[in-house]
């Protein structure tokens, strides 16, 4: 990453912070059970990132990546026996084609459950919600359609399916399902995504229960 000023720092210090409290929330939410999930944001110069394989809630700032505008990591000599995620090429993806602020990857069951559902369907379709409101661009008329993509046995083996379902993406989704797996779900920043994030959560959470499927 490019030199900072001292307040630049201590911004980068406070994102950090943010990021790991999030991280907690988000396993006591049960998003990021058994080390899975992640979650990442844009920074000047840059990004940082959640590393991979462990207990998410006991994520400290210092154990964060921090990745070049090219997401090459230039902290790696301070993170000894850390792996980045393995979500890192579906959230440069995201990133690059959407023109996100922050990318969150979630193992909800309520997605998980409504993804299995819809056996048949390439998208999961919300409509008359008032909560579909939460999402940017998005209003209660809308037929709000987010896509659902295959699972694989290892997570950077989505991207050329996600690449694909981005390249599909309706103007007003900031998400795309993985069947029997979670969800990528983004924002403009970091409140945004954590807001995109709860909103899918509740829609995935009443379609369950409008079709009797207990989460």
Known sequence: MKTRSPESLADLEQTKLLLCELLGNFYRLGWCTGTGGGISVKVPGGYLMAPSGVAKEYVRPQEL?????EFKV????????LRLSECAPLFASIYRKCGAGSVIHTHSVAIVLATRHETKSETLCFERLEMIKGIRGAS?????QVPIIPNTPRECDLEASLTRAL??????????FVRDHGAYI???DVMEAKRHAEVY???CQFKNAAAGLRS
Do not use: K, P
């Open 201 to 203: 959560e509740w829609l």
């Open 167 to 176: 390249d599909r993406l309706a103007a007003n989704a900031h998400a795309v």
């Open 140 to 144: 209660y008329l809308d037929r709000h």
């Open 74 to 81: 230039t902290n790696s000599s301070r993170l000894d026996g």
């Open 186 to 188: 983004w924002g403009r």
């Open 65 to 69: 990546f921090e990745l070049d505008e």
